[in-house]
């Protein structure tokens, strides 16, 4: 595919608001239950009043539902059994190994849980996408034999950029297309399952691209695609790019599509697990220690002081106010003050009164060790340290900056790669000019970069339009020639190159942490055996 055809593909929808016959979301909106249920176990009468427009499908879940148990000849039992057949059999769709809304409930009942995924989808979708040229567009710009055809070649692929961009906000008029990306990748890492739904014009264009709730879709048995199933009403959607494949519950000849993005798991092959799951009992562990602390503070009936009377005898009404003090109204609300009167004293006795304290010291939280293990096993299962969703004591610049070296390598950018694969699938049916690619999470400041980009200019390494795209700015005339310097700046390069300087090995050896790695310290050091 060539430049000019390109181009004229991504102007053929720049007036979005001339396609009044894109197909916008055909879903139901999703909200999460207060309960754990399923609504794909609704039988019975629930199932009859499902939604759905086929009406031969409809027949067909009635007979199954109303098979009676026959005997000999015309005798039959009057008992229907209605409660075996579920809306998983009356759609043909897989029962997941797990309740999805019950993995979409960890995601709010826990906070360290709640922590990483946020985490996640902030270092992987949240910082932003860009759109590089593709391989194509690259073998273009070489194959240029003049300044002028190459200058002329990279104004039309900057505006083929610009086009694209406002395109793929376009497709969405509620969220922006991070937010979309954003919603999905957070169902991903909370129930394991993301889905991106596409609908198309009338020409089949792509017209809409939206977020789906994942505890809302099944997956098809025939794998032929899904089924969404919310407040009574059923929706079939195709797998993206299938065109073919009938509506088998609406009769819908133009279903939308969806993008699976799913975490493998060996159990099944039709849906995927969060990473939290194998933490699921130090998830419910700390939502249960959590909850005897708070019912320890909403329920305490031990006063912070007692008061001792010896010598005096107190009146009926007196031990009545304090019997109900203590019993009625001390209960959760233990700051509140009690006033007894104390008979004078008299010639036999003397009254003595008193107050000790019972808890006037610190009221510590019960089980804090085993909510810190709880939050170690959490944030293990999710692979993400502990400097990413906190600042802890004990942890150093050191060592939080190799975690998130790990954190980068083993974890955000393969998921990255997971997700640039599926997007560009999307940006394929617009132009082939352009890849998808998410920004990575960065290990280095500003300032370094800046030095890094001027060394590589510097020594002929990257040309000055090379530097420009790694900080997302567009090339300029006659930066695609190598950067020449006078015979006085290459050698101060090279010598700042090699520090070959006494001063500059010496201000090198003394940089402060910011300029590179973090130093361990005092104590925390290299060690020797």
Partial sequence: MTLEPMLTRLGDLDNMEDNKDVNVS???????PSVNTDPFLAGGEELKAISYENAALRRKNSRSMAKAYT?????????????YYSAYHAFDVVLPNIDLAYLAKLYEISTPNYAAINAKASNIVGLGYRLDPSDMAIDKIESAKTEEQLQGIRKKIEKGRRELSRLLEELNYEDTFLEILLKVWVDYEA?????IEIGRTANGTIGYVGHIPSPSIRIRRLRDGYIQLVNGRAVFFRNFKDKKTKDPINNDARPNEIIHIKKYTPTTTFYGIPDALPAKSAIAGDEFSARFNLDYFEHKAVPRYVIIVKGATLSAEAEK?????????LKGKNHRSIYIPLPSDSSDSK???KMEPVEAGIQDSSFTTYRDANRTEILMAHRVPISKVGQPAGVNLAAARDADKSFKEQVTRPEQDRLEKRINGIISEFTNMFIFKLNEMTLTDEDAISQINERYVRNQIMTPNEARATIGMPPIDGGDEMFEMKPQQAADAA???GKTRARDAERSAGATDGKG????PKGDGRSTQ
């Fill in 26 to 32: 055909t879903g139901v909106i999703y909200s999460a």
């Fill in 71 to 83: 005997g000999m000849e015309d005798a039959k039992s009057k008992f229907v059994e209605l409660s």
């Fill in 191 to 195: 129930t394991g399952n993301g889905y």
């Fill in 321 to 329: 106010t304090i019997h109900e003090f203590f019993v009625n109204n």
């Fill in 351 to 353: 009254v003595e009164f």
């Fill in 495 to 497: 010598a700042n190159s």
């Fill in 517 to 520: 790695e973090g130093r361990n």
